[in-house]
């Protein structure tokens, strides 16, 4: 079994910033690209930003210059620094993971549960 716990949300003021975690546990052999979504009320999942094994990162064109993608391949966990949040930033973010439980296994997809951001005005 694969886990992928994030932790930092929470309620910010808008300016303000939050960083979130999301370390991944259990059988892992190895972790391809990590990176975080979010989705806000009433409209689809959309990606934040993304990062990959060797620490290439694409962001989203919103977050550019805000948001920081980050990750610590020794602790399979990735960072997400968010400064200067907007009320339109306001969401449940999600972290991703494509690994491979074995040596031999294809690559599959891993989500966590989500963490509630919420940016006051």
């Known amino acids: 079994q694969v886990q992928l716990v994030e932790s930092g949300g929470g309620l910010v003021q808008a300016g303000g910033s939050l960083r979130l975690s999301c370390a991944a546990s259990?059988?892992?052999?190895?972790?391809?690209?990590m990176g975080w979504y979010r989705q806000l009320p009433g409209k689809q999942r959309e990606m934040v930003a993304t990062?990959?094994?060797?620490?290439?990162?694409n962001c989203a064109d919103s977050v550019k210059g805000r948001f920081t993608i980050s990750r610590d391949n020794a602790k399979n966990t990735v960072y997400l620094q968010m400064n200067s949040l907007k009320p339109e930033d306001t969401a449940v973010y999600y972290c991703?993971?494509?690994?491979?439980?074995?040596?031999?296994?294809?690559?599959?997809?891993?989500w966590g549960q989500g963490t509630q951001v919420t940016v006051s005005s």
């Open positions: 990062i990959t094994s060797g620490g290439g990162t």
């Open positions: 991703s993971a494509a690994l491979r439980t074995t040596p031999w296994g294809r690559l599959l997809d891993f």
């Open positions: 259990g059988r892992i052999f190895s972790i391809n690209d």
